[in-house]
C-alpha cells in the first residue's frame, strides 16, 4: 500500500514539468532542506600559478662604450647602490689614446690662439694680409670643434667634468676611470670581475630600480572572456591579501594549451621579490550568490536549483560563475536572491519532475 502511495505520488508531481508539490510531510519524509543563498561580493577566478617578475623598464644596465680591463671591482651582487656610487675602475686603449688626443687638441687649440692674438695685432698694422687673419679664424674654429669633440668623448666614456678639467690643465693621463652607477637600487646581475676584459657589447651591471613589481600568470581562456584590462582584483599570494589591478591581458591564446596571458600590478607596498613562484588565488569583486555545490543539478545542458514556494520547489535555471571546494557562486538573480533552495536530497526533486538524467 505505502509503495503504491509512493508511486502515485511520484506520477501525480511528474505531471508538471518545472514545479514540484510537496506537502510538509512529504518534504519531511524525503528530508528535504533548503537554505537562502549567501550574497557575495567576491567572485573567485581560481588558483592559479603565478610568478613576479621585474618590468623592463626598471632594469637599468651599465656597460662600456670601449674595450677594456676590470682594475678593481667595488660592490658586490645584490648591493643596494645610489646615484654616482662607483661601481669599478677600468682601463683601456682606447681610453689612454682619447686622452692623449685631447691633450694633443687642447695644446694646438691654445697655441693657435696665441697665434691668432700675434696675427690680430699685424692684421690691424697691415703687416700682413687681412683674408690671412680671416682665414686663420676659420681655421681656429675648426680647431675649436675638435678640441670639443675630445671633451665629450672622454665625456661619454665616463670622466667627470672635473676629471677632465684636470686632464687638460695638468696635462696628466688617468690610467684608469671610475664606472659609476646612474640610478639608485639594488644589483641584480654582476658581470664584473677584477682582471676580466670587456666589450662594448658586454653588460657588467644591470641594476634593479625601485618601483612596481608585476605578476604573471597563464589562465584558461574560458576564465577570461569577462576579464578586461584595468579591472581592479584581489589576489592573494602567500598569506598576503592585496588589491590591484589587470594592467594587460594578451590578445592572444595559446594554442598549445588554451591560455591566455595575463599581467598584474603588485602594489608597492606588498612584500614579494621578483623571481617568485607560488600559487596565488585570484578574485573579482563582483555581486554573486555562493551556494552549496549540492544544491545544484544538470537536467540536459542546464543546471538546476529548486527554489521553495508555498506549494513546494520550482526549478530555476542557474548560471555558474565560479566555484571552490564547497560553493558554486552564481549570477544574482531576483528569483534566488530572497529565496531558500533546497540543498539536500536534490536528486529526490529531480526524479519528481519525471527526468531521466541522473
Given at each position: ?58 632594469l637599468h644596465t651599465i656597460s662600456l662604450p670601449f674595450e677594456a680591463n676590470i682594475q678593481r671591482l667595488h660592490v658586490a651582487n645584490h648591493q643596494a647602490v645610489k646615484q654616482g656610487d ?249 528569483d534566488l536572491k530572497n529565496s531558500k533552495i533546497a540543498v539536500s536530497s536534490v536528486a529526490v526533486l529531480k526524479n519528481m519532475m519525471g527526468s531521466d538524467d541522473e
Amino acid at each position: 500500500m505505502i509503495k503504491q502511495l509512493i508511486l502515485l505520488t511520484l506520477c501525480t508531481l511528474s505531471l508538471n514539468a518545472e514545479n514540484v508539490i510537496l506537502t510538509a510531510e512529504q518534504e519531511e519524509n524525503w528530508k528535504i532542506k533548503s537554505e537562502v543563498p549567501e550574497s557575495s561580493n567576491s567572485l573567485p577566478l581560481g588558483d592559479f600559478i603565478v610568478e613576479v617578475v621585474t618590468p623592463p623598464m626598471l632594469l637599468h644596465t651599465i656597460s662600456l662604450p670601449f674595450e677594456a680591463n676590470i682594475q678593481r671591482l667595488h660592490v658586490a651582487n645584490h648591493q643596494a647602490v645610489k646615484q654616482g656610487d662607483v661601481l669599478a675602475d677600468v682601463t683601456g686603449k682606447d681610453w689612454i689614446e682619447t686622452q692623449q688626443k685631447a691633450i694633443s687638441d687642447a695644446i694646438e687649440l691654445k697655441h693657435n690662439e696665441n697665434l691668432l692674438k700675434r696675427k690680430s695685432v699685424l692684421c690691424k698694422e697691415e703687416v700682413i694680409p687681412q683674408k690671412e687673419c680671416l682665414a686663420f679664424q676659420a681655421e681656429l674654429q675648426t680647431m675649436k670643434v675638435k678640441a670639443a669633440a675630445s671633451r665629450a668623448l672622454l665625456k661619454s666614456y665616463g670622466a667627470s667634468d672635473d676629471m677632465i678639467s684636470r686632464l687638460l690643465k695638468d696635462l696628466v693621463i688617468f690610467q684608469t676611470i671610475p664606472v659609476r652607477s646612474t640610478v639608485d637600487g639594488h644589483i641584480v646581475k654582476l658581470n664584473a670581475t677584477p682582471g676580466k676584459s670587456v666589450n662594448p657589447s658586454d653588460a657588467l651591471f644591470v641594476i634593479q630600480k625601485k618601483g612596481q613589481l608585476w605578476i604573471e600568470s597563464a589562465i584558461e581562456t574560458e576564465r577570461t572572456q569577462s576579464l578586461k584590462e584595468g579591472e581592479k582584483v584581489r589576489i592573494i599570494l602567500d598569506g598576503q591579501t592585496f588589491d590591484t589591478t589587470i594592467l594587460q591581458l594578451s590578445p592572444v591564446i595559446n594554442p598549445e594549451n588554451q591560455t591566455r596571458s595575463i599581467r598584474f600590478l603588485v602594489p608597492s607596498d606588498v612584500n614579494i621579490f621578483a623571481g617568485q613562484r607560488s600559487s596565488a588565488k585570484v578574485i573579482l569583486p563582483q555581486e554573486c550568490l555562493k551556494i552549496k555545490k549540492n544544491a545544484v543539478i544538470k537536467i540536459d545542458e542546464d543546471q538546476i536549483v529548486f527554489t521553495k514556494n508555498k506549494t513546494g520547489y520550482t526549478a530555476v535555471p542557474v548560471k555558474i560563475l565560479a566555484e571552490d571546494e564547497m560553493y558554486y557562486f552564481i549570477k544574482v538573480s531576483a528569483d534566488l536572491k530572497n529565496s531558500k533552495i533546497a540543498v539536500s536530497s536534490v536528486a529526490v526533486l529531480k526524479n519528481m519532475m519525471g527526468s531521466d538524467d541522473e
